[in-house]
């Protein structure tokens, strides 16, 4: 099993640019999540989803867009990319048998000039 | 917010040391979790705690889920140089689904 998988893993965007990052996860885990991490504020919950169709808002989901039509697939959209998005990006699976034990792809690196 | 907080932020020992690091609030939380992140990589589960008062160990690291269900553990006893890296603490609130918060973390570096 490859995990959970994440690309690119840096990415440079202007001010006003869209662009998708892909996440991926071959366990067959109902629940995935993304997270934002910022310095010294640990992980910040962003969207997440509990299922193929469904999804949700986290703690910080403005500027984000998400969408899962796949249980493998939980891609997320920034529609227009500011500096306050400069972050690492992680997104995130789980059973709901073990719901708190998440494992999570190596992230992306997105900076926003 | 924030409402998970990790100290210390940061630590630097001498490789053979035991290495303490706690997380409060100032709510209740019906689970806590460990996690362990190396440097350009996701965080990694190291313990999760179910029950308040539980004791778990895994391998040189315990960790303890507090009695008053406000507060976690993590000891590591003998540090080794692979233990460099971000510890986080996690959270869920007993008044939420599963989601997690998560506190800021503590940078551990081991010199050799």
Known sequence: NAGVTQTPKFQVLKTGQSMTLQCAQDMNHEYMSWYRQDPGMGLRLIHYSVGAGITDQGEVPNGYNVSRSTTEDFPLRLLSAAPSQTSVYFCASHTVLTPYEQYFGPGTRLTVT | ?112
Do not use: H
């Open chain 2, 1 to 112: 917010g924030q409402q998970l907080n990790q100290s210390p932020q940061s630590m630097f020992i001498q490789e053979g040391e035991d290495v303490s690091m706690n997380c409060t609030s100032s709510s209740i939380f019906n689970t806590w979790l460990w996690y362990k992140q190396d440097p350009g990589e996701g965080p990694v589960l190291l313990i999760a705690l179910y029950k308040a008062g539980e004791l778990t160990s895994n391998g040189r690291l315990t960790a303890q889920f507090g009695i008053t269900r406000k507060d976690s553990f993590l000891n590591i006893s003998a540090s080794i140089p692979s233990d460099v890296g971000i510890y986080f603490c996690a959270g869920q609130r007993m008044d939420s689904s599963y989601k997690l918060i998560f506190g800021s973390g503590t940078r551990l570096l081991v010199r050799p």
